[in-house]
């Protein structure tokens, strides 16, 4: 299913909104051959499909593309933007709801660059496929190993809600939490094997709390387990 489709121009203002049904497919909000695919969006509140993805290409660049998810079931994974051999860039993902069955992904390029994309967890989502949680949620990702493309930089997740769980996360620059006045543990990763936060990364992580809730003060001595 396309929202929009081009061999080699632009692919871009395009949608696609899913309330209900079976869509037995990959979803596309926009997607180009050789061109930019730029500000397409998917809208699913129901139903289920496929793989999701905002924007995506073959030879262009993928940017400023969009999913939003709040209920329905997605069979496999999902993405802001997806390219093979462009940068997929500015893209976002917001998950509020619903079932996702595989990785969760900012922006995706095999052999370009996927930078500055956003990943945001809100609500009650749940990442389970057959039984088993294995997503992994990724800022930026390629499927080539010995890629030379820039996976990390910009990258964020924010976390809105408490109680999700994931089984990693992966090539994130920036981490936001919302806190909230009675919950402690926000994301729990289920395999932490290979997660490397540490300060040695270049350019540095940073971790932050810039969304915080009515009366949710936090007491000299007490922690949070993000």
Do not use: C
Not at 23 to 32: E, L
Not at 113 to 135: D, R, Y
Not at 193 to 198: I, P
Not at 202 to 221: C, D, E, K, Q
């Amino acid at each position: 299913v396309y929202g929009g489709y081009s061999k080699s121009g632009y692919a871009s203002n395009n949608s696609v909104v899913i309330s209900g049904g079976s869509v037995w497919s990959n979803v596309y909000g926009g997607h180009s051959e050789s061109g930019t695919a730029s500000n397409n969006s998917v809208l699913v509140s129901g139903g289920s499909a496929n793989a999701i993805y905002g924007g995506s290409g073959f030879f262009g660049n993928a940017s400023h593309n969009s999913v939003f998810i709040s209920g329905g079931n997605i069979n496999e994974s999902v993405s802001g933007g997806d390219t093979f051999s462009g940068n997929a860039n500015n893209n976002s993902v917001f998950i509020s709801g619903g079932n996702i069955g595989e990785n969760v992904i900012g922006g995706r390029s095999n052999s370009g660059n996927a930078i500055n994309n956003q990943v945001s967890l809100l609500g009650k989502p749940v990442f389970i496929k057959n039984g088993v949680n294995e997503t992994i949620i990724y800022g930026g990702f390629s499927f080539a190993p010995a890629t030379t493309g820039d996976l990390r930089t910009g990258n964020t997740l924010n976390v809105f809600s408490s109680g999700i769980e994931a089984k990693n996360i992966g090539n994130i620059q920036h981490y936001n939490f919302l806190l909230q006045a009675n919950s402690n543990l926000k994301l729990n990763l289920l395999d932490v094997a290979g997660t490397h936060l540490g300060g040695n990364l270049t350019p540095a992580p940073t971790l932050a709390m810039p969304y915080v809730v009515s009366g949710a003060v936090l007491p000299i001595n007490r922690s949070i387990t993000l």
